[in-house]
Structure formats: C-alpha cells, structure tokens
C-alpha cells in the first residue's frame, strides 16, 4: 500500500498540512520540522531526495505604523511587542523582519516593499485610524495574498485579525482602586493626541465613576496634556499656575504622562501621593524610576507579540487571509490586564 501524507503526518506528530507545506516548500513549518518530514518522506518512499521542493525564505515583517509617531516613539512598547514576536518566530522557524511605515509618505511604494518576500505581516496599530485601513486597501494591501494581524489596535470598518489590550477594563480597574481608597472623585490625565487606545481608556475612567455612585452631573476633571513627556510637564505646570486645583487622585492615560505630571506637581510644591494619588497605565520601565515609584496597569506586552505571530502562523498554516477573504471569520484577541501597586497612591485622609 503507498505511503500517503496522512501517515507521514501521524508518524511524526505533525498535521497533514504541515506536510504538505513542507513537501511543497512553502513557508509555515519551521526549519527542524521541515526537515523531519522530508527525511521521512525520503526513507518511506514517498518522495526521492532529489524531488523535494527548496525551502522557500521564511520571513514574517514586523511593521511600525507612524502618524506623526508621538505616541509610539515615546514609549519602549512597541520593542518589547517584538520581543515576543521573536520569540515565537523563532520556534516556528521564522525570520522577522522590521520596517517603519509613514503615514506621510508614499503609500503604493510603502505596501509594495513591506509585502514583498514575506509569509504575513503584522502592524503595530497603535496609531491606526479606520482612514487608514481605508487608504491602505485603496492602495493594494487587500490584494496581497499574504494574512496581516494587527497589534494594539482594533478597526470597527475592516475584517482583519487583531490583538488589543483590554483598554476599558484596565483603567474601570485603576479608577475603582483609587475610589476604593476613599479618594471622593477621580480625575483624568488625559493625552491631547487621542488614539483608540485611549479613547477606551477614557470610557473606562467614566464607567468606574458611574457605577461607584458619582452623579452623571458631576463634571470629569479632565486635565488635557500632550503626548510627549517635555509637553505634558509644561501643560500640567501651566494648569496649575493658571490657578488649577486638583483632585486628591488621578488616572494617566499612559505612564510617560502620569510621570511627566508627578514631575509638575512636585516643582508646584505637591506631595506624592499625600497631597495627589496618580495612577499610570503600561508598566513601562519610567514606572521604577520616577519618585515615588507608579502605581500602574500592567500590559502584557510580550504576549501580545507572542499571540500575534502565533494568529499569524495560524493563518499561514491554513492559507487564509480575513483581509483578503470575506468568507474567513475574523479572529480578534483581548488581552487581560492587572493593576501593580507601587508608591503613588494612598488611601485619602480629609485632613490631609
């Protein structure tokens, strides 16, 4: 009886997809594998040595979408996302390959590079806009055979696989600490460049008021500060010396801001956290070097990469692209967070 690809595949372990992609030389197994299946192939007859197809590059691309960039290159997030992404590529036997895409520059030229000699794509989505979705399909990307996967951003216009942080319930999660510590209100350090991310964020700071009890008639400080950690220093010093006088608790869009505004607080003669409790959001490395150190919610960074790439083998595995196929569901993956305390935040004394 010939030897089929079905006993192959269960003689080592593998699906029969996998030996078929191996047997074709097409990218999705990684290199070990590969060459597992084609030595057995080879010693039961089921392919010479001479007729197995050349191992095809196995790139995957990592890309950074920019617009304006001020979000994510204030930030590490988006290395520690590649960390992840690595080490995963890695076992499936992946190359990651990484490039910057400039939402200023020429998109045609920009889709056609990043596209080319790779399995998939997956974009750092952190500044992408349902516009850009728009563009970007205008511009060829829905035509590419290959699956795309964002990363730290959703789009409510296109079917394309993403993973996103739970943005809502992380900072419903900061704000109802800082409640539960007898702060009597909330406020909001709220970033002047809005991205969906903190958008949810901000809906989150505004559901944890509601269901603690807070009037609806009950204005949200909001305290508008830039993106940039020299701008929101300068914005925060500004309020306050425009005469601002702050709640006893804050909620930070991000950690780079809530460190910027522990910094204005403290040159205006505030004590933190006696005076202002503040909670950031990230985890970023600033968190343990400011003084005192930020409490925070923690993004599971490196997972986020990590799943990322393990959608994006999936994909390839099967041959499916939901960008590029109506019919393919869409996969979309949230990531939990969880508060880390640190030294920022204390339970309101009224005497204080």
């Known amino acids: 009886m010939a030897v089929t690809a079905k006993d192959i595949a269960e003689k080592l372990g593998v699906s029969p997809a996998a030996v078929s992609l191996a047997m074709n030389g097409k990218p999705g197994v990684s290199v070990a594998t590969r060459e597992r299946i084609l030595a057995e192939a080879v010693r039961v007859g089921y392919a010479k040595q001479t007729e197995s197809a050349p191992i095809s590059a196995q790139n995957i691309r990592y890309v950074i979408f920019l617009d304006g960039g001020a979000t994510v290159k204030e930030t590490s997030f988006y290395s ?23 939402a200023n520059g020429d998109w045609d030229e920009q889709i056609t590079s990043i596209c080319k000699d790779i399995a998939g794509l997956i974009v750092l989505a952190t500044e992408i806009e349902d516009r850009h979705i728009r563009k970007a399909i205008e511009h060829g990307l829905g035509k590419q055979p290959i699956p795309v996967v964002l990363v730290d ?18 900072a419903y999660h900061a704000v109802m600490y800082l409640l539960n ?21 901000e809906s989150g700071v505004r559901k944890a008021r509601w269901k603690f009890g807070i009037s609806e008639h009950t204005p ?5 500060v830039g993106i ?43 004590r933190i956290p006696e005076d202002v409790s503040i909670v950031g959001f990230d985890d970023m490395p600033v968190c343990t070097m400011v003084d005192p150190p930020l409490t925070t919610i923690r ?30 569901g869409v996969l979309r993956t949230t990531i939990s967070t969880h508060l880390v305390e640190r030294e920022s935040a204390i339970s309101y004394h009224s005497e204080i």
């Open 80 to 102: 520690i996302v590649l960390q992840g992404i690595e080490s995963k590529a890695k076992v499936y036997g992946y190359n990651v390959l990484i490039s910057y895409f400039d």
């Open 153 to 170: 951003n959703a789009t409510s216009m296109v079917d394309v696989d993403c993973v996103v942080t739970d943005n809502l319930g992380g």
């Open 181 to 201: 510590k007898n702060h009597p209100d909330v406020g909001y350090l709220r970033s002047k460049s809005r991205i969906d991310s903190f958008d949810e964020r």
């Open 220 to 224: 949200l400080q909001c305290i508008n």
């Open 228 to 270: 940039s950690s020299e701008d929101a220093f300068y914005d925060m010093g500004k309020w306050l010396d425009n005469g601002g006088k702050p709640l006893s608790a804050f909620f930070a869009d991000n950690d780079i801001i809530a460190a910027a505004c522990i910094r204005a607080f403290k040159s205006r003669g505030y």
């Open 299 to 328: 993004v599971m960074k490196s997972l986020m990469g990590m799943t990322s790439m393990d959608m994006l083998y999936q994909r390839i595995q099967d041959g499916t692209h939901a960008l590029s196929d109506k019919r393919v």
